[in-house]
């Protein structure tokens, strides 16, 4: 018999300890292969590709991204794991191999206890909040001499790597965006250009362009921006037209309605036209003169059918442009040329605005049109000698930059997993599921211990660990092993998450596979 509808497929059911035996064994092999390249003594994962090619690695969501395991609970253990790594690596960027033996660590706790789901599930969230306090009232703020040791330990204590990302974000300031490619030789290094961030991510995964199919990557593109709504494909003809004859990608920013838009995919799936397309960036108010602001800089002239613009009279001449646009699902960069003398009468003009302006909502708008429109792109070449060096090297720098942005964001707290052990230290558990969470959130400090091959010490000291590279109890920060506190509270967010998700299941259901049929 043929199963052709998923509907169709025969399931297997498994209930209670079972069930939960089986997630649980799933849930430790992901773990063992996640854990070992936690901290400055991690290891390397050496795994095999869909092609048989060996890959090299150290990043945590890449390792458990490889990993497929044939029985299909104790693959749904895995997966759902995975899932609190990849959505931490989304958020902050980093913090995925943390997160998963948080969550490890939390479910194996959980397990130990008899007490009833809902006071646990509570607690967690209790648990949760004060742990977040807690990290907030010992975060500082990074200075510049801190935040090459961020990217350092990021990178996995690369020193050179570390330099490189600490030296971009230096050159480009808090607001500023830091990019990475690959070089075009086997050195390593960053250049700057003139660029600018704006808050429109990716509308549909058909208009990715790289190979991860999480970005929408286009070379010297044309600029297209239309307050109004395009509802008809036929309202941009000429331009697409315009942007056929010249074999130059487009960019377009606006509110696309269904039909124009799958047009735009299809053609853009066909190879047609090389196209992405970003809403409108800004809020309410502050929209028209985000959208101006965009518009100044790459020179394109704004389309608007309430100022009487006719759509179908749309011309190339309207089009700006810049020298790369890239998009992922939260923002869309923009490298142009140099700033123009119109866009630096524009950034004089919103500096005297916020110098009056006593509104603190408003005055915070207009800081961040000055963010947009001063924001500098630093890209870091990144060289090796070989496709299987670049490749791990490459996903150290992704971590580094990521995990530096982040302790720019929200600061940074002592590393090696001790901000979290001294949180499970200083806060009193109230309940069952706090006292379950606190004992839980030792688990990365011991792992890092473990990894370095050194004896489990545990110092009572606030901001004290074990330094792994020579053994000794130490002053953390000053020390420079620091982990941002996005990245901390945002693993411990995602592992608490997952945990609560499987704690509460009582029946699995699961594909019945060949070979299980069979038997």
């Given at each position: 018999m043929?199963?052709?509808?998923?509907?169709?497929?025969?399931?297997?059911?498994s209930f209670?300890?079972?069930?939960n035996?089986?997630i649980?064994?799933?849930?430790g092999?992901?773990?063992?292969?996640?854990?070992?390249?936690?901290?400055?003594?991690?290891?390397?994962?050496?795994?095999?590709?869909?092609?048989?090619?060996?890959v090299?690695?150290k990043?945590?969501?890449?390792?458990?991204?490889?990993v497929?395991?044939?029985?299909?609970?104790?693959?749904?253990?895995?997966?759902?794991l995975?899932?609190?790594?990849?959505?931490?690596v989304?958020?902050?960027g980093?913090?995925?191999?943390?997160?998963?033996?948080?969550?490890?660590s939390?479910?194996?706790n959980?397990?130990k206890?008899?007490y009833?789901?809902?006071?646990i599930?509570?607690?967690?969230?209790t648990?949760?909040?004060?742990?977040?306090n807690?990290?907030?009232?010992i975060?500082?703020d990074?200075?510049?001499?801190?935040?090459?040791?961020?990217?350092t330990?990021?990178?996995?204590n690369?020193n050179?790597?570390?330099?490189?990302i600490?030296?971009?974000?230096?050159k480009?300031?808090?607001?500023?965006?830091?990019?990475?490619?690959?070089?075009e030789?086997?050195?390593?290094?960053y250049?700057?250009v003139?660029?600018?961030q704006?808050?429109?991510?990716?509308?549909?995964?058909?208009l990715?362009?790289?190979?991860?199919?999480?970005?929408?990557i286009?070379?010297?593109?044309?600029?297209?921006?239309?307050?109004?709504?395009?509802?008809?494909?036929?309202?941009?003809?000429?331009?697409?037209?315009h942007?056929?004859?010249?074999?130059?990608s487009?960019?377009?920013?606006?509110?696309?309605?269904?039909q124009p838009?799958?047009?735009?995919?299809?053609?853009?799936?066909?190879?047609?036209?090389?196209?992405?397309v970003?809403d409108l960036?800004?809020?309410?108010?502050?929209k028209?003169d985000?959208?101006?602001d965009?518009?100044c800089l790459?020179?394109?002239?704004?389309i608007?059918?309430?100022?009487?613009?006719?759509l179908?009279?749309?011309q190339?001449?309207v089009?700006?442009?810049?020298?790369?646009?890239?998009?992922?699902?939260?923002?869309t960069?923009?490298t142009?040329?140099?700033?123009?003398e119109?866009?630096?009468?524009?950034?004089?003009?919103v500096y005297?605005?916020?110098?009056?302006?006593?509104?603190?909502?408003i005055?915070?708008?207009?800081?961040?049109?000055?963010?947009m429109?001063t924001?500098?792109?630093?890209?870091?070449k990144?060289?090796?000698?070989?496709?299987?060096?670049?490749?791990?090297?490459?996903?150290?720098?992704?971590d580094?930059?990521?995990?530096?942005k982040?302790?720019l964001?929200?600061g940074?707290?002592?590393?090696?997993?001790?901000?979290?052990?001294n949180?499970?230290?200083?806060i009193?558990?109230?309940?069952?599921?706090?006292?379950?969470l606190l004992?839980s959130?030792?688990?990365p400090?011991s792992?890092?211990i473990e990894n370095?091959?050194?004896?489990y010490?545990?110092?009572?000291?606030?901001?004290?660990?074990?330094?792994v590279?020579n053994?000794?109890?130490?002053?953390?920060?000053?020390?420079?092993?620091?982990?941002?506190v996005l990245v901390t509270?945002?693993a411990?967010k995602?592992?608490?998450?997952?945990?609560s998700?499987?704690?509460s299941?009582?029946?699995?259901?699961?594909?019945m596979?060949?070979?299980?049929g069979?038997?």
């Amino acid at each position: 018999m043929e199963y052709n509808n998923p509907s169709e497929i025969v399931k297997d059911l498994s209930f209670g300890a079972d069930a939960n035996n089986k997630i649980m064994i799933g849930v430790g092999k992901l773990t063992q292969a996640v854990k070992s390249t936690l901290g400055a003594s991690g290891k390397c994962v050496i795994y095999e590709d869909s092609l048989g090619k060996p890959v090299i690695t150290k990043d945590g969501v890449t390792v458990a991204e490889s990993v497929i395991l044939f029985d299909p609970l104790e693959n749904i253990g895995a997966t759902l794991l995975k899932e609190a790594a990849k959505n931490t690596v989304k958020e902050a960027g980093d913090g995925t191999t943390t997160a998963t033996v948080l969550a490890y660590s939390l479910l194996k706790n959980c397990k130990k206890e008899k007490y009833n789901i809902r006071d646990i599930k509570l607690g967690l969230q209790t648990g949760l909040f004060k742990i977040n306090n807690y990290l907030d009232k010992i975060s500082i703020d990074v200075k510049h001499d801190k935040l090459k040791d961020v990217s350092t330990i990021s990178a996995n204590n690369d020193n050179i790597l570390g330099s490189i990302i600490a030296d971009a974000y230096n050159k480009v300031g808090k607001n500023g965006v830091v990019l990475m490619e690959e070089s075009e030789t086997e050195k390593t290094y960053y250049e700057n250009v003139e660029g600018v961030q704006f808050d429109s991510g990716l509308k549909s995964n058909h208009l990715t362009t790289n190979e991860n199919k999480d970005k929408s990557i286009l070379e010297n593109p044309y600029v297209l921006i239309v307050a109004s709504p395009i509802t008809n494909i036929r309202k941009i003809q000429a331009v697409l037209e315009h942007i056929i004859k010249t074999k130059r990608s487009l960019l377009i920013v606006a509110s696309v309605d269904q039909q124009p838009m799958s047009a735009l995919l299809t053609n853009k799936v066909k190879g047609n036209i090389r196209v992405n397309v970003v809403d409108l960036p800004g809020f309410a108010s502050t929209k028209r003169d985000t959208i101006e602001d965009l518009a100044c800089l790459t020179g394109a002239k704004i389309i608007d059918e309430q100022l009487g613009d006719d759509l179908d009279l749309i011309q190339p001449e309207v089009l700006g442009e810049c020298l790369k646009s890239i998009t992922d699902d939260k923002n869309t960069v923009l490298t142009i040329e140099e700033v123009n003398e119109d866009a630096k009468e524009r950034i004089k003009s919103v500096y005297s605005k916020i110098e009056t302006e006593t509104n603190a909502f408003i005055k915070n708008k207009l800081e961040q049109r000055i963010a947009m429109l001063t924001g500098s792109v630093a890209i870091i070449k990144v060289g090796a000698n070989s496709k299987v060096e670049l490749k791990e090297k490459k996903d150290r720098v992704e971590d580094a930059i990521y995990a530096t942005k982040a302790a720019l964001q929200e600061g940074i707290v002592p590393g090696g997993g001790v901000a979290l052990l001294n949180a499970s230290q200083k806060i009193k558990p109230e309940n069952i599921g706090e006292e379950i969470l606190l004992n839980s959130i030792k688990y990365p400090y011991s792992v890092i211990i473990e990894n370095a091959g050194l004896p489990y010490i545990e110092s009572n000291k606030k901001g004290f660990g074990i330094n792994v590279v020579n053994g000794k109890e130490t002053n953390m920060l000053k020390a420079g092993i620091i982990d941002p506190v996005l990245v901390t509270k945002t693993a411990l967010k995602n592992a608490v998450s997952v945990v609560s998700t499987i704690i509460s299941a009582d029946c699995v259901i699961s594909n019945m596979r060949m070979n299980a049929g069979d038997k």
